[in-house]
């Protein structure tokens, strides 16, 4: 069975500072990993998706990269803004037809 | 961009009512599944349905569930005889048209059972 972790479970910092989010899994048979955002009582918003045959994908301030034979992706945010306080879910399209989620990286900016 | 609808946003049931969440996925999408949320847990897949019928479904997806696209446009999920521990965020996505497509949420519909 896919079992996601993700570290820290929660961190705060100064805005202005790079985040660094890590997602770790134990079945290395994936076929892509996601990273969404989810705000309190909200749904999630997809942030990157990469395939198991990538490394690395970039979306702005947002890079993710992935190690599919270590079982671990990292998502990087650049310059931090306090609108990016949200909860940070990583997620493994694996064997099946379905995703693994992690319980996600709660962020806080302060301004 | 696209985007998935669900309604209503929130539900409030007497247990042992029947309960249906409606969704409208993104309207060139194949893939459509239900995950749901108890508070303070993972997010946690429930079904998966493609060409009409389901393709997946996970341990919690007992009898107790049905799925249904009734008219092309609409996704819906049926919980008959509601619990005490169905309470969670049930959210809808869909996906495109291959596997490896990123999935499309929406905002989730928060289920309370009393």
């Known amino acids: 069975k896919q079992e996601v972790t993700q570290i820290p479970a929660a961190l705060s910092v100064p805005e202005g500072e790079n985040l660094v989010l890590n997602c770790s899994f134990t079945d290395s048979a994936i076929y892509n990993l996601q990273w969404f955002r989810q705000d309190p009582g909200k749904g999630l918003t997809s942030l990157l998706l990469i395939q198991s045959s990538q490394r690395e994908q970039t979306s702005g301030r947002l890079n993710a990269s992935l190690d599919k034979s270590s079982g671990r992706s990292t998502l990087y945010i650049a310059a931090s803004q306090p609108g990016d306080s949200a909860t940070y879910l990583c997620?493994?399209?694996?064997?099946?037809?379905?995703?693994?989620f992690g319980k996600g990286n709660q962020v806080v900016v302060i301004p | 961009e696209p985007e998935v609808t669900q309604t209503p946003s929130h539900q409030v049931t007497q247990m042992g009512q029947e309960v249906i969440l409606r969704c409208v996925p993104i309207s060139n999408h194949l893939y459509f599944y239900w995950y749901r949320q108890i508070l303070g847990q993972k997010v946690e897949f429930l079904v998966s349905?493609?060409?009409?019928?389901?393709?997946?479904k996970s341990e919690i997806f007992d009898d107790q569930f049905s799925v249904e696209r009734p008219d092309g446009s609409n996704f819906t999920l049926k919980i008959r005889s509601t619990k005490l521990e169905d309470s969670a965020m049930y959210f809808c996505?869909?996906?495109?048209?291959?596997?490896?497509?990123?999935?499309?949420f929406g905002s989730g519909t928060q289920l309370s059972v009393l």
């Open positions: 996505a869909s996906g495109g048209t291959g596997l490896g497509e990123k999935l499309f």
């Open positions: 997620a493994v399209r694996h064997g099946n037809n379905r995703l693994a």
């Open positions: 349905f493609y060409n009409n019928e389901i393709s997946e």
